[in-house]
């Protein structure tokens, strides 16, 4: 599940989202400790860390659905607020987050990626059920777009949030561990997706427990443990040192996956 390596060019662009000594706490709790991020447009990058490190915490932070106590969040110049109401974010939840009994199916998950282009009716229009029937076409959900969300494999439900995503017309992507209690052939799916969206210029950032996968599908890496330990290339931040510093384990990837 390889992703070619991005045109260098894309480096030199202004990041997508800047995170910038960004500090969280629930109650008691410090879940984030001035963290500084800055993402590529065009990339995609792996988000790793121990349970409790913050990840999820980050994405909410981002998506402006918790409030830091310090620092700020911007996405393409935009505070989180302004950045979801004009749609700019997409947001694959862990499955925990998801009620999978509500009674709706996959083309209604991903029609809701259209409701901000909608009066407030939210009568679908050409355009919209144009939008919606491409983004399952994208990611290869059009047969099963009348199904119940609940009545879909593990996979099949990230796809389909993902298909809101695009439907939405988000630049930015939030992917909370979209390949936990996936199969292979699913997550092969799931990465040629993003492969095609980061190849269109979407920004990336995908958190995962899969150390050995991260060389392959991205292009750049960060390390969380309430604070950033490293950010960078996949082979420069997954050293043996940092991975200790990180998980506390001997844990490195896997060599022939480089
Ligand atoms: N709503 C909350 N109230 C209190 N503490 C919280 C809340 N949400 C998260 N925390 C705490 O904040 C810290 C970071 O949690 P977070 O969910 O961001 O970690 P994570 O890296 O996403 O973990 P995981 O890999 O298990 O999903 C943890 O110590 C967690 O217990």
Redo the contacts with the bound molecule.
Sequence with gaps: MTLATTPSTTTMAAPAVRVSGVTVR??D?L??DGVDLALTPGRVCGLL????????????TILGLVAAERGRVRLHGHDPAAARKAGLVGYVP?SEQVDWAFPVRVVDVVMMGRYGHMGITRRPRRADREAVAEALERTDLTGLAHRQIGALSGGQRKRAFVARGIAQGASVFLL??PFAGVDKRSEATIVEVLRAMRDDGHTLLV?T?DLASVPEFCDEAVL?Q?RVIAQGGPEEVLTPDRLFEAFGIEAQPEEDTR
Excluded: I, P
């Design positions: 629930y109650g709790v879940a984030l860390g121990t349970n409790g490190s913050g990840k999820s915490t980050l994405f909410k862990q909370d561990e958190s427990h969380l309430r």
